[in-house]
């Protein structure tokens, strides 16, 4: 299997500003919870524009499966070590809480609602059906792009609903047809996106241009924004697009600026090649709660909010690194059936 190093530095940056997001709500990134889940759907979108011929051809059985090994397996099998992982812990502190956690995360797990960050696995494997199904069934009214059409109108849906309790599975369904929209967005700008070159001056700095353009745009738009589509929370639709997109664009331009710089593109694009590792520990197994508290107690709350979360940081990808390697370099890896994977620029 041949991976981009460029999307993979992309996806180590939106995996970074997830933790920040989860450690103390963008302490350091105050854009990052803007894009940071909205950046994987899309770069799904680019990696599958990259083979357009390839994914017409596409039998639905075939994508579906090829899907489930990728998305659900793993879903299923970190949803039961979260479990008894759960129940584990629930036994330690109080047994008389074990019945309810445990009935809890056993719902979550086979509703597809997922526990923790592990709710977007599902919904990123519902999202990818739904554009292909859209890209078969109207192959000759647009086909992916119509997925385009439905995420908008879903986001509407849950802004005119944010305040009601949708069944489970309307929410599901509402945030993948969401999800499938940016999706078909990153299939459209596949094209653009991997002729897009910094080996020049002229294009590095139009890239630079660029990214910092959109990067106060989005540092604009966020004070009015706050948004959550795992929970269908979407704010105003207009900068929810506005700020998400823009967002977007910044990580994607980003991570071509990083090519310059020979540490920062080997440290994301690892980060990036193994984000589903990082997406699965880093919150549900307490390592950002026990690092918050590591901190809290060794410097206490007043050695700054930004020197708070740069170290928070720093100490959650150094633990993350290291299990990152015990994962991949045992059979811990067939959790995720991980891929032996060749990298190209």
Same mark, same amino acid.
């Not at 199904?133 to 992916?144: E, L, M, P, Q, T």
């Not at 993948?176 to 596949?190: N, P, Q, T, V």
């Not at 009015?224 to 979407?234: G, N, S």
């Given at each position: 299997m041949e991976r981009n190093r460029t999307i993979d530095v992309a996806k180590g940056i939106a995996i970074l500003m997830i933790i920040d997001v989860h450690l103390q709500s963008g302490a350091v990134f105050s854009v990052g919870e803007t894009f940071h889940v909205v950046t994987f759907f899309v770069i799904s979108g680019i990696i599958i524009g990259s083979d357009k011929k390839k994914y017409e051809k596409e039998t639905i059985y075939s994508f579906v499966i090829k899907k489930f090994k990728s998305l659900i397996y793993p879903y299923g099998t970190m949803s039961i070590l979260f479990i008894l992982f759960t129940v584990f812990i629930s036994l330690l502190k109080d047994n008389l809480l074990f019945s309810d956690r445990f009935s809890s995360a056993?719902?979550?797990?086979?509703?597809?609602?997922?526990?923790?960050?592990?709710?977007?696995?599902?919904?990123?494997?519902?999202?990818?059906?739904?554009?292909?199904?859209?890209?078969?069934?109207?192959?000759?009214?647009?086909?992916?792009q119509w997925a385009i059409c439905m995420g908008i109108i879903a986001v509407y849906?849950?802004?005119?609903?944010?305040?009601?309790?949708?069944?489970?599975?309307?929410?599901?369904?509402?945030?993948? =047809?969401?999800?499938?929209? @940016? &999706?078909? !967005?990153?299939?459209?700008? $596949?094209? *653009? %996106?991997?002729?897009?070159?910094?080996? =020049?001056?002229?294009?590095? @700095? &139009?890239? !630079?241009?660029?990214?910092? $353009?959109? *990067? %106060?745009?989005?540092?604009?738009?966020?004070?009015?924004?706050?948004?959550? &589509?795992? !929970?269908?929370?979407?704010?105003?639709?207009?900068?929810?697009?506005?700020?998400?997109?823009?967002?977007?664009?910044?990580?994607?331009?980003?991570?071509?600026?990083?090519?310059?710089?020979?540490?920062?593109?080997?440290?994301?694009?690892?980060?990036?090649?193994?984000?589903?590792i990082i997406m699965t520990t880093h919150k549900e197994y307490y390592i950002t709660y026990a690092v918050y508290l590591f901190l809290l107690k060794a410097f206490g709350d007043p050695c700054g909010h930004l020197l708070f979360g740069l170290l928070s940081l720093v100490l959650i990808v150094t633990i993350e690194l290291t299990l990152i390697l015990i994962v991949t370099k045992t059979p811990l890896r067939y959790l995720y059936k991980l891929p032996e994977i060749n990298i190209k620029r």
């Open positions: 056993v719902i979550k797990t086979v509703t597809f609602q997922g526990v923790g960050t592990l709710w977007f696995l599902p919904v990123l494997f519902f999202a990818e059906l739904i554009a292909f199904a859209y890209s078969k069934v109207f192959r000759r009214f647009g086909g992916i849906i849950s802004w005119l609903f944010e305040k009601c309790e949708l069944p489970e599975g309307v929410t599901l369904m509402l945030s993948s =047809s969401i999800a499938a929209g @940016f &999706i078909a !967005i990153g299939y459209d700008i $596949s094209p *653009f %996106f991997y002729k897009l070159s910094v080996k =020049s001056r002229k294009h590095l @700095f &139009i890239v !630079i241009v660029g990214s910092l $353009s959109m *990067f %106060f745009l989005n540092k604009y738009f966020v004070r009015f924004y706050e948004a959550d &589509i795992h !929970i269908l929370k979407i704010g105003d639709p207009a900068i929810y697009f506005v700020c998400s997109m823009s967002g977007v664009v910044f990580a994607l331009a980003l991570s071509c600026i990083f090519s310059y710089v020979k540490w920062l593109d080997s440290l994301f694009s690892f980060l990036g090649r193994n984000s589903l």
